[in-house]
């Protein structure tokens, strides 16, 4: 489970790069009910999502002009220079340099040699992620890509993530679960899915990752999605011994999971 007791290679915080914040934001209240609050200009006014007055992840402008919007996770660090080496000397390419951003703490962007977009976040005075694992929070993240092997490798050498892979149904392939550098499986925060590069025309067949929300009634929450102006991809439906999940997309067609963990059963 993602918890708020940030170790390296956790995640730390999750933000979504938009075209117009305000209309993304008004979409994510519509469908969670979370509440915006404005950083003001100091911080360009970005937006801080709010559950039960809780930090659950931020909206601003796109990073990078060429990239598609997009939910970006952010993992915890405590140097983020010594991390971007170590990225880069694994095959990482850094798309935004490590920069301050105030007192609030330092970040970097990369994109990994599966072509996947994520951020390193070295704390400063900013709480980040307040409330996770619960309904209308971040209980996952999920990387589709078409190179787990390679997913594996990059990111136990950059954070020292360990692995299990559990095998799915038709017993040809695996959902590789993630967790933490000395953490047992209660501190699973995410897994790799293999997925064909065609099925990823987003990124043009690059890895991508996806951030999954809690929700205490999947098709309830879908059908918001669909009323504030989203897509349901796939779903509602039933994964064994995971619960009800759905694949949607916002109007911007930035991805993201519904899972109500005691939803369909049966």
């Given at each position: 489970?993602?918890?708020?007791?940030?170790?390296?290679?956790s995640?730390?915080?999750l933000?979504?790069?938009?075209?117009?914040?305000?209309?993304?934001?008004?979409?994510?209240?519509?469908?969670?009910?979370?509440?915006?609050?404005?950083?003001?200009?100091?911080?360009?006014?970005?937006?801080?999502?709010?559950?039960?007055?809780?930090?659950?992840?931020?909206i601003?402008?796109?990073?990078?002009?060429?990239?598609?919007?997009?939910?970006?996770?952010?993992?915890?660090?405590?140097?983020?220079?010594?991390?971007?080496h170590?990225?880069?000397?694994?095959?990482?390419?850094?798309?935004?340099?490590?920069?301050?951003?105030?007192?609030?703490?330092?970040?970097?962007?990369?994109?990994?040699?599966?072509?996947?977009?994520?951020?390193?976040?070295?704390?400063?005075?900013?709480?980040?992620?307040?409330?996770?694992?619960r309904?209308?929070?971040?209980?996952?993240?999920?990387?589709?890509?078409?190179?787990?092997?390679?997913?594996?490798?990059?990111?136990?050498?950059?954070?020292?993530?360990?692995?299990?892979?559990?095998?799915?149904?038709?017993?040809?392939?695996?959902?590789?679960?993630?967790?933490?550098?000395?953490?047992?499986?209660?501190?699973?925060?995410?897994?790799?899915?293999?997925?064909?590069?065609?099925?990823?025309?987003r990124?043009?067949?690059?890895?991508?990752?996806?951030?999954?929300?809690?929700?205490?009634?999947?098709?309830?929450?879908?059908?918001?999605?669909?009323?504030?102006?989203?897509?349901?991809?796939?779903?509602?439906?039933?994964?064994?011994?995971?619960?009800?999940?759905?694949?949607?997309?916002?109007?911007?067609a930035?991805?993201?999971?519904?899972?109500?963990?005691?939803?369909?059963?049966?």
């Amino acid at each position: 489970m993602i918890t708020t007791d940030f170790v390296v290679g956790s995640p730390r915080w999750l933000e979504l790069g938009s075209d117009a914040p305000i209309v993304s934001a008004d979409f994510y209240g519509r469908v969670f009910g979370w509440r915006t609050q404005t950083m003001g200009e100091r911080f360009g006014d970005y937006l801080v999502m709010r559950s039960t007055g809780e930090a659950v992840g931020g909206i601003g402008p796109r990073i990078v002009d060429d990239e598609p919007p997009a939910w970006t996770p952010y993992f915890h660090t405590d140097d983020v220079e010594t991390s971007v080496h170590r990225a880069r000397d694994l095959g990482a390419t850094l798309e935004v340099e490590p920069t301050d951003v105030r007192e609030l703490g330092r970040m970097a962007h990369l994109t990994d040699p599966q072509g996947g977009w994520f951020a390193l976040w070295e704390p400063g005075t900013f709480s980040s992620l307040q409330a996770v694992d619960r309904p209308n929070t971040l209980c996952w993240v999920e990387m589709w890509t078409p190179d787990v092997q390679g997913a594996k490798e990059f990111y136990r050498g950059l954070f020292g993530w360990r692995y299990d892979d559990i095998p799915l149904p038709g017993g040809d392939s695996a959902y590789t679960t993630l967790r933490p550098i000395g953490m047992g499986e209660e501190r699973y925060f995410g897994g790799f899915m293999g997925v064909a590069p065609e099925q990823l025309p987003r990124t043009d067949g690059a890895a991508d990752w996806h951030p999954i929300f809690q929700v205490a009634d999947c098709d309830a929450t879908a059908s918001a999605v669909l009323d504030a102006g989203g897509r349901v991809h796939m779903g509602p439906e039933y994964a064994p011994g995971v619960g009800l999940t759905a694949v949607c997309s916002d109007p911007s067609a930035a991805g993201f999971v519904l899972l109500d963990p005691e939803g369909g059963h049966g």
